[in-house]
């Protein structure tokens, strides 16, 4: 696989600076790096004959904060096409694992591979970001394209052509001219993932894109996430909206620290497993209640 990787410890090879493109700094992604695989397991299935390659994969990814476990041998994938819903308890991991994707929080073991050619959009919590920027809807769903390593690129053609149809998707055309500092927690939410659809992205990671949205905003993202998967895009995303999860995502991975379980949507209605991701069963454990 032609790829990007990111890792724990020393590499060789030959490293390319393939960029991430995201909402909140992470333009400078983690390097390029040109790897073969061989042999089934290493990162393609079969399927019905044809090969697939995930334009994610989390490899027991280990995360240190703040000298705390954030993250523990943490794997998952996302295909083409796939729209997953990363789902645990507060201080889980979920925002961890994506800024490891992203490069932003280094690995303390295991990797992350993505093939190249495939930018990263990152939607990141709305209060992540700096809403009081003296500049309008149109130019920082722009930034979100052009913007590299601190500085701003001239927008050419296609840039605007891009940003055109991310205000699009997101349904800001009418409001494109509106200072970002105006907007009410649904829009802000559509600038988010505007910005990021400005980029172009295979890859495009999701931090509860629907925390405070209205139900038609709501609608609306849910609709638009289907879409971009139909497209072929994969989609990683984190909420505590279960309802709106059960809905949207073809497959679900629990997560507490660790993988708990994953499958299909339906694994949201299964008592054990969301008790055990939400740490119940942990708790319990950890009392001497319950046999692990
Ligand atoms: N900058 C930091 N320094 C130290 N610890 C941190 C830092 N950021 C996060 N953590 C810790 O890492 C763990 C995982 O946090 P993370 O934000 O990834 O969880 P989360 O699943 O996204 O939670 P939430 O649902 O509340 O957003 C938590 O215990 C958190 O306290």
């Known amino acids: 696989m032609t790829g990007t990787e990111t890792g724990s410890g020393n590499r060789t090879g030959t490293e390319t600076g ?75 991991g979920k925002t961890t694992l994506l800024r490891a994707v992203l490069g932003l929080v280094p690995l303390a073991s295991g990797r992350v591979r993505r093939p190249s050619g495939h930018p990263v959009g990152y939607v990141p919590q709305r209060h992540e970001f700096a809403w009081d920027f003296p500049i309008d809807i149109a130019g920082s769903v722009m930034s979100g394209r052009t913007r590299s390593i601190g500085w701003l690129r001239r927008p050419r053609a296609a840039d605007r052509e891009a940003v055109d149809r991310a205000l699009e998707l997101a349904g800001l055309t009418e409001l494109r001219r509106r200072p970002i500092g105006e907007l009410s927690g649904g829009q802000r939410q559509r600038v988010l993932v505007a910005r990021a659809l400005a980029a172009e992205p295979g890859l495009l990671l999701l931090d509860e894109p629907f925390t405070g949205v209205d139900v038609p905003t709501q609608e609306h993202l849910n609709e638009l996430f289907r879409r971009l998967a139909g497209e072929g895009k994969a989609l990683l995303m984190t909420t505590h909206d279960l309802a709106a999860a059960a809905r949207t995502c073809h497959r ?9 379980a994953e499958g299909g949507p339906e694994l949201l209605a299964d008592s054990e497993q969301m008790l055990r991701a939400f740490g119940l069963h942990r708790a319990a454990t950890a009392a001497g209640a319950v046999a692990a």
């Open 18 to 92: 393939t960029q991430i493109r995201a909402g909140t700094g992470a333009e400078n992604g983690p390097p390029a790096e040109t790897q073969t695989e061989t042999g089934p397991g290493t990162g393609s299935r079969a399927e019905t004959g044809t090969t697939i390659e995930s334009l994610l994969r989390v490899e027991s990814a280990s995360v240190t904060l703040g000298g705390r476990p954030a993250l523990e041998d943490a794997s998952l994938t996302v295909d083409p096409g796939e729209l997953v819903g990363l789902i645990g308890p507060n201080g889980a």
């Open 252 to 260: 679900v991975v629990l997560i507490n620290r660790t993988v708990v």
